[in-house]
DNA sequence: GTTGAGCGTT
């Protein structure tokens, strides 16, 4: 098995990070390993993996010993095979080590006097080496993965912690505002959500046509709805929960949830 | 069980 990335990183003080792209997503640290190694001392490979499903995102990070070593690996597995599939190999350019990269100049840093006219690696990709080529490609990007993206995002609490610096000059207001303001909006994804006949309903199967039609906006349900429980949908606490003694039906609560 | 530009963790 892999002891890559087990413990975080082992040593990144005299190592050189190369980034494998086009990989598979069912490559391992292991399978890469070996091919790597060949070529040099590999210190660690830790290939990124979703938090939730824990797959691989398709990319992978080989240190390096030293950057002679390094530079071989690019430029023998740089467009190598692996799986069926062409991966490309490349200096990594951020990264924890990325400063060490600028300061070492390993791209440059070549035991044997030898002159090359291009000491970057040739990149030798497909013909479709264009310039506008990412654009397009950008695009499918965002096929199963804008999920992901978005849920990151919302980790992040970018916008949140922003908003709440703007307004820094008054917390109270500001955050009773954007509170309110902030659960309107979220309830009425709620109730979009409710909306769903699914579950709310227990059994709207058999007269929805009709409500379908009286319905087609919702617009007014929502302005009852929400001048109905905007003032205070929370303040309210209808269940005086006796801590010491249990609920007679534990169901309600979760349905209160 | 899918996907395919990119830059990383205990």
Same mark, same amino acid.
């Given at each position: 098995? =892999?002891?890559?990335?087990?413990?975080?990183?082992?040593?990144?003080?005299?190592?050189?990070? %190369?980034?494998?792209?086009?990989?598979?997503?069912?490559?391992?640290?292991?399978? %890469?390993?070996?091919?790597?190694? /060949?070529?040099?001392?590999?210190?660690?490979?830790?290939?990124?993996?979703?938090?939730?499903?824990?797959?691989?995102?398709?990319?992978? !990070?080989? &240190?390096?010993?030293?950057?002679? $070593?390094?530079?071989?690996?690019?430029?023998?597995?740089?467009?190598?095979?692996?799986?069926?599939? $062409?991966?490309?190999?490349? !200096?990594?350019?951020?990264?924890?080590?990325? $400063?060490?990269?600028?300061?070492?100049?390993?791209?440059?840093?070549?035991?044997?006097?030898?002159?090359?006219?291009?000491?970057?690696?040739?990149?030798?990709?497909?013909?479709?080496?264009?310039? /506008?080529?990412?654009?397009? +490609?950008?695009?499918?990007?965002?096929? #199963?993965?804008?999920?992901?993206?978005?849920?990151?995002?919302?980790?992040?609490? /970018?916008?949140?912690?922003?908003?709440?610096? #703007?307004?820094?000059?008054?917390?109270?207001?500001? &955050?009773?505002?954007? &509170?309110? +303001?902030?659960?309107? *909006?979220?309830?009425?994804?709620?109730?979009?959500?409710?909306?769903?006949?699914?579950?709310? =309903?227990? =059994?709207?199967? /058999? @007269?929805? #046509?009709?409500?379908?039609?009286?319905?087609?906006?919702?617009?007014?349900?929502?302005?009852?709805? +929400? *001048?109905? &429980?905007?003032? #205070?949908?929370?303040?309210?606490?209808?269940?005086?929960?006796?801590?010491? @003694?249990?609920?007679?039906?534990?169901?309600?609560?979760?349905?209160?949830?």
């Amino acid at each position: 098995m =892999s002891h890559f990335g087990r413990s975080g990183p082992p040593d990144i003080t005299d190592t050189y990070s %190369l980034l494998v792209l086009n990989i598979t997503f069912r490559t391992t640290a292991d399978d %890469l390993f070996p091919l790597f190694d /060949k070529y040099g001392k590999v210190v660690d490979i830790f290939i990124p993996k979703d938090r939730r499903t824990g797959d691989s995102r398709g990319f992978a !990070f080989v &240190r390096y010993k030293y950057a002679d $070593e390094a530079q071989k690996a690019v430029e023998r597995l740089d467009g190598r095979v692996v799986d069926g599939r $062409e991966i490309t190999v490349q !200096f990594a350019k951020y990264g924890p080590n990325a $400063e060490k990269i600028q300061k070492g100049r390993i791209i440059e840093s070549f035991p044997r006097s030898r002159h090359r006219s291009r000491s970057r690696s040739p990149y030798r990709r497909h013909r479709d080496d264009h310039y /506008k080529d990412r654009d397009y +490609r950008r695009r499918s990007r965002s096929r #199963s993965y804008d999920r992901y993206e978005r849920d990151r995002y919302r980790g992040k609490d /970018k916008d949140y912690r922003r908003r709440s610096r #703007s307004h820094s000059a008054s917390p109270d207001y500001s &955050r009773g505002r954007g &509170r309110g +303001r902030y659960d309107d *909006d979220r309830r009425s994804v709620s109730r979009s959500m409710s909306a769903s006949p699914a579950r709310r =309903s227990p =059994s709207p199967r /058999k @007269s929805t #046509s009709p409500r379908k039609a009286s319905l087609p906006r919702g617009e007014s349900p929502d302005r009852r709805v +929400r *001048d109905g &429980r905007s003032p #205070s949908p929370r303040s309210v606490s209808p269940r005086g929960r006796p801590a010491g @003694s249990r609920s007679p039906s534990p169901r309600n609560s979760d349905v209160d949830e």
